[in-house]
């Protein structure tokens, strides 16, 4: 029983150590993306915001929209955000030009996104 308990724990600690591997590649290819995509001259520095909302702190925070509603900033609507600006436009912000990033480059900048804190 105690070797299997030593496997077990053996076993969630590659696990874990593979999903951190996995979420800093994501991490760095969302970054990458926000460098070099265009992003980064609206959303500012880092997320820092500017002609565009910040995107740091902004994961799973209520956002404003034009028509007054709120949504939280999770990732279905950052998802949605960057593939359909024109769906939830955020208040005070002009609409966000369209762009062609694949699913997968979606998910890293949404990825990206909820590391900056």
């Keep these: 029983m105690v070797l299997f308990a030593g496997v077990a724990a053996a ?23 926000f460098n070099t995509k265009g992003c980064i001259a609206c ?9 565009a ?18 949504v939280l900033a999770d990732d279905a609507y950052l998802a949605l955000a960057i593939t359909d600006p024109t769906a939830q436009q955020v ?16 998910q890293a900048v949404v990825d990206f996104i909820k590391t900056l804190k």
């Design 11 to 33: 076993i969630a600690a590659l696990a874990a150590a593979c999903a951190a591997d996995t979420d800093t590649a994501a991490r760095s290819e969302g970054e990458r993306l």
């Design 43 to 51: 959303h500012g520095p880092g997320g820092s915001g500017g002609m």
């Design 53 to 70: 909302p910040a995107w740091k702190g902004l994961y799973l925070t209520e956002v404003t929209l034009t028509d007054g509603t709120t």
């Design 91 to 106: 208040k005070g912000y002009p609409m966000m030009p369209p762009n062609q990033l694949t699913a997968a480059e979606v």
